[in-house]
């Protein structure tokens, strides 16, 4: 597999353009980093949002907070349930988080209207894959 076909494989869900996937060739030679490709998702991210991007990283922990706790006020500010939050998040990636002790948050405000998509996960990188792929 090449380069290229790498590029792709791994990018399937956020579609580099052209341009992007040049810069990517020429900043790398001949293997793609795990630091160019979070900057990639990361360009992706901001450039497809016509307001604020977040990204919080054990914010519960600045409180002390349990993460069962802390994801509940999370969707009881929403007016949703910790029930509805962990159907939203998934219960393995749930479960993970109390495991791992670690909540990475990503919010994206897509549209100016108010709008935005929020992932909830143990792992930076997957939130980051996960969140561009709604984009």
Same mark, same amino acid.
Request: hydrophobic share 35%; with cysteine; aromatic share 8%.
């Given at each position: 597999?090449n380069?290229r076909?790498?590029i792709?494989?791994?990018t *399937?869900?956020?579609?580099?353009?052209?341009?992007? *996937?040049?810069k %990517?060739?020429?900043a790398c030679?001949?293997?793609l @980093?795990? *630091? %160019?490709?979070?900057? &990639?998702? &990361? *360009?992706? &991210?901001?450039?497809?949002c016509?307001?604020s991007?977040?990204?919080?990283?054990?914010?519960?922990?600045? #409180? /002390?907070? /349990?993460?069962?706790? #802390?994801i509940?006020k999370? #969707?009881?500010?929403?007016?949703?349930?910790?029930?509805d !939050?962990?159907e939203?998040?998934g219960q393995?990636?749930?479960?993970k988080?109390?495991?791992?002790n670690? %909540? %990475?948050?990503?919010?994206? #405000?897509t549209? @100016?209207? !108010?709008?935005?998509?929020?992932?909830i996960?143990?792992?930076?990188i997957?939130a980051?894959?996960?969140?561009? /792929?709604?984009?």
């Amino acid at each position: 597999m090449n380069i290229r076909e790498m590029i792709k494989k791994e990018t *399937e869900t956020c579609l580099l353009t052209n341009e992007q *996937e040049i810069k %990517v060739l020429n900043a790398c030679g001949m293997f793609l @980093t795990q *630091e %160019v490709f979070i900057s &990639l998702l &990361l *360009e992706k &991210l901001v450039s497809r949002c016509k307001n604020s991007v977040s990204i919080r990283v054990n914010t519960h922990k600045d #409180y /002390s907070e /349990s993460i069962r706790d #802390y994801i509940e006020k999370i #969707y009881i500010l929403g007016h949703e349930t910790l029930e509805d !939050g962990i159907e939203e998040i998934g219960q393995d990636v749930y479960n993970k988080m109390i495991d791992k002790n670690t %909540v %990475v948050e990503i919010q994206a #405000y897509t549209e @100016t209207s !108010g709008g935005f998509l929020r992932v909830i996960h143990y792992d930076f990188i997957k939130a980051l894959k996960c969140i561009c /792929s709604q984009i």
